[in-house]
């Protein structure tokens, strides 16, 4: 009977692999029964409070900037992290974190940690490639930073001994733990200087991947929602549902308070005796608090902490939002009065009269009580700009709509309609040189006319040395640019760096056509910009030129390729200002990548690159994503190029028929012509239906020489495709029966002519 439990057991977990996407692995223990899953999920960078390098490279490495280029989820060969070429030479600890060629990862929450995968640098290991790979590595962690950078560190995962490629290596924890602190450390690296020394002085990393266990987490079905009370109103209870890793009921809670500081920092209280799944609050009028429970699974003493909440109570005002602590009855006041850092909790929907200025981190985001996101909708007499992000401001929204006012008619859409009967203005956000917009999955821009510049809802500057960055994780929806000169990005118009990621839409916005504009009905990029495509569906925009994603003239210094990844729906992106000769000006393909891009490419001739895929990513299903000018794409070597599919215009005959020569010997040559942009030929051996196909080595060309064949009758065909492989397959010519028959001697042949 545990033998037939087991089978079963086994057979539901296959299933269960099948129909998720999420990494399990399952340990068998004695006489092979299964434990309990292992689900592995990758942290995040949103989930890491701070990295420690030993030390970082001040020079310039292509894109590098720090140590975040090994956290930032893209295998991008130019964006790395390499040590200092001299600090790690110089002593065995390091001031900032106790050892060199290391670094130290803080995270925000404690977590379960499983598993850490370190990508090297790619390259073949000469001149410079190899500096600063890992030979060893070392996994610690400790209970605080201080404990992570004395010998109170604990050594939790070790690896030994690997080679000297761009392969990824693995170090699994035999035990999970638990923690807030981690040290990565290469105690042997490769390197140039290493010669006959134990040890390189460098290390690098083109990307580090930590990894949770989340099948010993508690999980809290129902979180704590905020509440803002009149002053008459009675505190209600905060609630919040957890269940343990089984599903059962064996958690513990505890609550905490927060109260606003005087320098806008969070003074965080554990309350006393509030242990329970609900905790009724006491508050003061015209003082926000702000609280949250941390759910402790009683078996595995693993923790999740619950969203924050806001808990207030006005004295009967009409208030707009909270910031800093502080009810406010304008937005305005409250962004001022808001700290660096901070959050503007809007209270309800009003309109925008003026605009606003962010100048240092902030978020916007609707109070979470509230049944639906609030609408900060332009008003009637207002034109300008409504949010501009000043030289090193950093402005998220989230859970917020920003409305420009216009009208579109009965479709609704700016790409559909030809006129606005509301309102019109500057853009919904400027973005100056070196500030940053986050849109937040819960955000939305829409129903604007830019009358003043580009960009229908999002204009981002650069100076030459600053760009702006935006990411967009939200919606982007029904903008327009009017028609003047430079009426470029119905959507949004970028010099800076722009960041687009799973689950963004970008649709219904339009660049209408004049003089010389018109294009990017989505999304236009200048000059000196560069587009992120991290996933999202851009689609449904209209244009002049270029409906959805369209670049300017990039002769920049700065020039980049578009980097592409993830779940991506793109209806149209053109490259129409993109020489493919120029690798920096095609697409790169940097992470998995799945959905479907159009690419148009007006200029373009049969055998151009229009991508190129990275070392560490998989080439499998990316020709599924990529449409060129209705034409088939290939793969050649590690570039996606488009051309005419391979056809035959000259297939094999179905039977040849050869004489031995007098030694019994006898050869031949087959022979194909076919049509199409790099076509690449393979010859095969089989039997006479086809089947026991055997593929004949380095016989690569269009003509196949068979020596040395023996009396009998041998089977080939010859399969052509485009590159290494086209999207729509190879094609297969007919099967050739080569017969050998015997070597006839002068007599006999005169006498078989005499009988004819």
């Keep these: 009977m545990k033998k037939l439990r087991n089978k079963i057991l086994s057979a539901v977990l296959v299933l269960s692999l099948l129909l998720t996407s999420?990494?399990?692995?399952?340990?068998?223990?004695?006489?092979?029964?299964?434990?309990?899953?292992?689900?592995?999920?990758?942290?995040?960078?949103?989930?890491?409070?701070?990295?420690?390098?030993?030390?970082?490279?001040?020079?310039?490495?292509?894109?590098?900037?720090?140590?975040?280029c090994a956290f930032d989820g893209v295998n991008d060969d130019n964006k790395f992290w390499h040590t200092s070429w001299n600090n790690e030479a110089s002593s065995e600890n390091s001031p900032a974190t106790g050892m060199r060629r290391s670094v130290i990862i803080e995270l925000k929450e404690p977590q379960?940690?499983?598993?850490?995968?370190?990508?090297?640098?790619?390259?073949?290991?000469?001149?410079?490639?190899?500096n600063g790979r890992f030979e060893d590595c070392n996994i610690y962690t400790g209970d605080t930073i201080e404990d992570i950078k004395s010998d109170k560190r604990k050594l939790v995962g070790s690896g030994n001994g690997w080679e000297n490629n761009a392969d990824a290596k693995t170090i699994v924890l035999e035990e999970p733990v638990f923690t807030k602190y981690i040290m990565i450390q290469a105690p042997v690296t490769y390197g140039d200087d290493r010669n006959n020394n134990p040890t390189s002085s460098s290390a690098s990393a083109l990307e580090i991947e930590l990894y949770k266990d989340m099948s010993k987490y508690p999980t809290i079905t129902e979180q704590p929602k905020s509440a803002v009370y009149g002053p008459n109103d009675t505190i209600g209870a905060l609630t919040v549902s957890a269940t343990d890793y089984q599903n059962g009921s064996n958690v513990s809670y505890q609550w905490h308070e927060m109260v606003m500081g005087e320098n806008g920092e969070y003074i965080d209280t554990e309350i006393?005796?509030?242990?329970?799944?609900?905790?009724?609050?006491?508050?003061?009028?015209?003082?926000?608090?702000?609280?949250?429970?941390?759910?402790?699974?009683?078996?595995?003493?693993?923790?999740?902490?619950?969203?924050?909440?806001?808990?207030?109570?006005?004295?009967?005002?009409d208030m707009v939002a909270i910031a800093g602590g502080?009810?406010?009855?304008?937005?305005?006041?409250?962004?001022?009065g808001a700290y660096a850092g901070g959050t503007v909790w809007v209270l309800k929907n009003f309109t925008l009269s003026n605009n606003v200025n962010i100048s240092k981190e902030l978020t916007i985001r609707t109070i979470e009580s509230a049944e639906e996101p609030a609408t900060i909708t332009r008003g009637n007499n207002f034109n300008g700009i409504m949010f501009t992000v000043e030289t090193n401001g950093n402005l998220t929204l989230d859970d917020i709509i920003i409305d420009g006012g216009a009208v579109w008619g009965k479709d609704n859409t700016a790409a559909t309609a030809t006129s606005n009967s509301g309102i019109k203005g500057g853009a919904l956000v400027k973005v100056v040189n070196n500030g940053t917009l986050t849109v937040k999955a819960g955000a939305t821009l829409q129903n604007n006319?830019?009358?003043?510049?580009?960009?229908?809802?999002?204009?981002?500057d650069a100076d030459g040395s600053n760009y702006s960055k935006i990411h967009v994780y939200g919606k982007i929806l029904n903008n327009k640019v009017a028609e003047y000169q430079w009426n470029n990005g119905g959507g949004i118009a970028s010099d800076g760096d722009l960041y687009i990621y799973e689950g963004a839409e970008i649709s219904g916005n339009f660049a209408p056509h004049s003089n010389q504009s018109g294009e990017g009905g989505g999304i236009q990029i200048f000059q000196a910009g560069s587009l992120y495509l991290y996933g999202g569906t851009i689609k449904d925009n209209e244009a002049g030129q270029c409906n959805n994603i369209s670049f300017g003239n990039s002769d920049s210094a700065r020039k980049r390729p578009v980097q592409l990844m993830g779940n991506v729906e793109i209806e149209s992106i053109n490259l129409k200002n993109r020489n493919t000769s120029d690798i920096n000006k095609t697409i790169e393909v940097v992470g998995e990548l799945s959905?479907?891009?159009?690419?148009?490419?007006?200029?373009?001739?049969?055998?151009?690159?229009i991508a190129t895929i990275n070392e560490n990513v998989s080439k499998e299903n990316i020709l599924s994503v990529f449409k060129v000018n209705n034409?088939?794409?290939?793969?050649?070597?590690?570039?996606?190029?488009?051309?005419?599919?391979a056809n035959y215009s000259t297939k094999l005959t179905s039977e040849k028929s050869i004489i031995a020569n007098p030694d019994g010997s006898a050869s031949t040559t087959l022979t194909v012509e076919a049509t199409g942009t790099e076509v690449t030929y393979k010859w095969y051996s089989c039997d006479a239906d086809g089947s026991n196909a055997?593929?004949?080595?380095?016989?690569?060309?269009?003509?196949?020489?068979?020596?040395?064949?023996?009396?009998?009758?041998?089977?080939?065909?010859c399969e052509i495709d485009n590159g290494d492989e086209s999207r729509d397959g190879p094609k297969t010519s007919t099967i050739c029966e080569v017969k050998v028959t015997d070597f006839y001697p002068c007599s006999k042949a005169i006498d078989k002519f005499k009988n004819i």
């Design 22 to 68: 999420t990494s399990f692995a399952f340990a068998v223990g004695e006489e092979g029964t299964t434990e309990e899953p292992v689900q592995e999920v990758k942290i995040t960078r949103d989930e890491i409070a701070s990295l420690t390098p030993s030390s970082q490279n001040n020079e310039t490495i292509g894109y590098a900037e720090n140590i975040w």
């Design 112 to 130: 379960l940690i499983s598993k850490f995968v370190y990508y090297p640098r790619s390259g073949d290991g000469t001149a410079g490639t190899q």
């Design 272 to 317: 006393g005796g509030a242990t329970n799944s609900t905790y009724t609050p006491t508050v003061t009028k015209e003082t926000p608090k702000y609280y949250y429970v941390i759910v402790t699974d009683s078996k595995t003493n693993v923790s999740v902490k619950s969203d924050i909440v806001t808990v207030a109570q006005h004295d009967g005002t």
């Design 326 to 336: 502080k009810f406010y009855g304008t937005f305005t006041e409250a962004v001022e």
């Design 449 to 460: 006319e830019n009358i003043s510049s580009a960009g229908g809802a999002i204009s981002a």
């Design 595 to 609: 959905g479907s891009i159009n690419v148009i490419l007006s200029d373009g001739v049969d055998g151009d690159t």
């Design 631 to 645: 034409k088939i794409t290939y793969l050649s070597g590690n570039k996606v190029k488009f051309g005419t599919e």
């Design 694 to 717: 055997k593929l004949l080595e380095a016989q690569t060309t269009n003509m196949l020489t068979l020596d040395n064949l023996e009396k009998d009758s041998s089977y080939y065909y």
